[in-house]
Nanobody, 126 residues
Framework: QVQLVESGGGSVQAGGSLRLSCAAS????????MGWFRQAPGKEREGVAR????????AYADSVEGRFTISQEKAKNTLYLQMNNLKPEDTALYYC???????????????????WGQGTQVTVSS
């Protein structure tokens, strides 16, 4: 069974940067789709970015477009999220997610993904 383990969260001031990592272990047969989600206290989990692992095609939520970059390093079975120009509203628990199926609903809905990490906290102060 595959496990996803996030790391790289922390506390930064507004305008700062962080890079999140998501390491996949276990049966690492290729995922079709991987993504990052976040959930702030009292809010629903929202899709931040996704990547099709085969083509490398990416997509982002409007709120992070131009500031965040999702990428992958297949040799290390690792997914990244580079976050620049962080804002206080980016504060949330960030989750890595993955799915092997090419079929499903919109990527930004959590139900699209079958495998999840435990989350890593990102806190941005003003």
């Amino acid at each position: 069974q595959v496990q996803l383990v996030e790391s790289g969260g922390g506390s930064v001031q507004a305008g700062g940067s962080l890079r999140l990592s998501c390491a996949a272990s276990g049966n690492t047969r290729s995922f079709y789709l991987m993504g990052w989600f976040r959930q702030a206290p009292g809010k629903e989990r929202e899709g931040v970015a996704r990547i099709y692992t085969g083509s490398g095609n990416t997509a982002y939520a409007d709120s992070v477009e131009g500031r965040f970059t999702i990428s992958q390093e297949k040799a290390k079975n690792t997914l990244y999220l580079q976050m620049n120009n962080l804002k206080p509203e980016d504060t949330a628990l960030y989750y890595c997610a993955a799915d092997r199926s090419p079929l499903g609903g919109p990527w930004y809905e959590s139900g699209r993904f079958s495998t999840w990490g435990q989350g890593t906290q990102v806190t941005v102060s003003s």
